[in-house]
């Protein structure tokens, strides 16, 4: 996979895939930018939850279980390090299933494996904490901290 970006003005940039995807435009938030897309740490966050809920859809299909709708909600905490530089110091990741736990039978099996097959977050983990959280439709948590 490679992506081509090109400054487009200021600090917004072009993100460009493929021919036959539509161009992402990536911004800083004022001061330094206009806000006008997602910043990096936004498209960070996008990526670790996009592949969790890839991973785990993929784990419950191999199981002929439906999870759908799922929607995952992201938060990275940004503050400084030693050298007071500017970091991603976590990711606090909330996978919400679109059904009752009760309703998918392998549940239990997919929970305790699929965080292994997410290449983003396997990747990013080593460098920024990701703390994980699975909850079905009825607000039930599943898995990580209650």
Same mark, same amino acid.
């Given at each position: 996979?490679?992506?081509?970006?090109?400054? +487009?003005?200021?600090?917004?940039?072009? +993100?460009?895939?493929?021919?036959?995807?539509?161009?992402?435009?990536?911004?800083? $938030?004022? $001061?330094?930018?206009?806000?006008?897309?997602?910043? $990096? %740490? =936004?498209?960070?966050?996008?990526?670790?939850?996009?592949?969790?809920?890839?991973?785990?859809?993929?784990?419950? =299909?191999?199981?002929?279980?439906?999870?759908?709708?799922?929607?995952?909600?992201?938060?990275?905490?940004?503050?400084?390090?030693?050298?007071?530089?500017?970091?991603?110091?976590?990711?606090?990741?909330?996978?919400?299933?679109?059904?009752?736990?009760?309703?998918?039978?392998? @549940?239990?099996?997919? /929970?305790?494996?699929?965080? !292994?097959?997410?290449?983003?977050?396997?990747?990013?983990?080593?460098?920024?904490? %990701?703390? /994980?959280?699975?909850? !079905?439709?009825?607000?039930? %948590? @599943?898995?990580?901290?209650?």
């Amino acid at each position: 996979p490679s992506v081509t970006l090109t400054q +487009h003005q200021g600090y917004q940039f072009e +993100h460009r895939y493929a021919p036959e995807l539509p161009v992402l435009l990536a911004d800083e $938030p004022p $001061p330094l930018g206009s806000g006008q897309g997602p910043d $990096p %740490v =936004q498209l960070l966050a996008s990526a670790v939850g996009n592949c969790l809920c890839a991973s785990l859809l993929f784990a419950c =299909q191999k199981y002929k279980d439906d999870p759908a709708p799922l929607r995952a909600e992201v938060k990275a905490t940004v503050g400084r390090n030693d050298r007071n530089r500017t970091r991603v110091l976590g990711l606090s990741v909330d996978l919400h299933l679109g059904r009752p736990a009760a309703e998918l039978a392998h @549940l239990a099996r997919v /929970l305790e494996t699929f965080e !292994d097959y997410c290449t983003v977050t396997q990747s990013v983990a080593p460098a920024v904490p %990701v703390t /994980l959280r699975v909850l !079905d439709s009825t607000g039930a %948590v @599943l898995k990580g901290d209650r």
